[in-house]
């Protein structure tokens, strides 16, 4: 099975900019969604096809895909930024990343 | 505005079956894939399966193979999933998803099995 591999945990100050990984075998090849969810909340697209941005979805969410890393970033982080993303990429099958869990402090 | 309604959780006992149903609204529903997406508590997404806008593909994850069957009524603009044999490990929120980009989500409903 196919596996996406992403770190546990990222922290950031307000108005830096967050950086979030997801890792696979030959990731580049495919095409990667990422999704921020927040407490209590349902998932949420904020970047399609590598790195396209849903409407509705602020321009500081940028997304980048080559080689075996795909990378989300949040440019000018705020508070409201804060949860869990997750990456997902298809093969065979839907496949979602364990998740990063984004801290603003 | 797309709206995804899901219903039908609740408690079973292990071994039992539940059918999960998803009201879509907002969208023309058959014209979109359609997928369920699970949640255990404190864990991750899950992929559970999807089924193409016509209904005539459906593809599963490993882990639900052979007990758990996804289908579509557009004249209906509803989603199921019907689950039989169901185990502790299937305890959780799931999640009607529209689209093979998950575009939009439900709010879930709870499943919880157990004795």
Request: charged residues 15%; glycine residues 14%.
């Amino acid at each position: 099975s196919y596996d996406l591999t992403q770190s546990p945990s990222v922290s950031v100050s307000p108005g830096q900019t967050a950086t979030i990984t997801c890792s696979g075998h030959r990731l580049g090849d495919k095409y990667v969604c990422w999704y921020h969810q927040r407490p209590g909340q349902s998932p949420r697209l904020v970047i399609y096809e590598d790195n396209k941005r849903p409407s509705g979805v602020p321009g500081r969410f940028s997304g980048s895909n080559s080689g075996n890393i795909a990378t989300l970033t949040i440019s000018g982080t705020q508070p409201i930024d804060e949860g869990d993303y997750y990456c997902q990429a298809w093969d065979s099958g839907t496949v979602f990343g364990g998740g990063t869990k984004l801290t603003v402090l | 505005e797309v709206q995804l309604a899901e219903s039908g959780g609740g408690l079973v006992r292990p071994g039992g079956s539940l059918r999960l149903s998803c009201a879509a609204s907002g969208f023309t529903f058959g014209d979109y894939w359609m997928s369920w997406v699970r949640q255990a508590p404190g864990k991750g997404l899950q992929w559970v399966s999807r089924i193409r806008n016509d209904g005539g593909s459906t593809t599963y994850a490993d882990f639900v193979k052979g007990r758990f069957t996804i289908s579509r009524d557009n004249t209906k603009n509803t989603l199921y999933l019907q689950m039989h044999s169901l185990r502790g490990d299937d305890t959780a929120v799931y999640y009607c998803v529209q689209g093979g980009d998950l575009t939009s989500w439900g709010q879930g409903t709870q499943v919880i099995v157990s004795s």
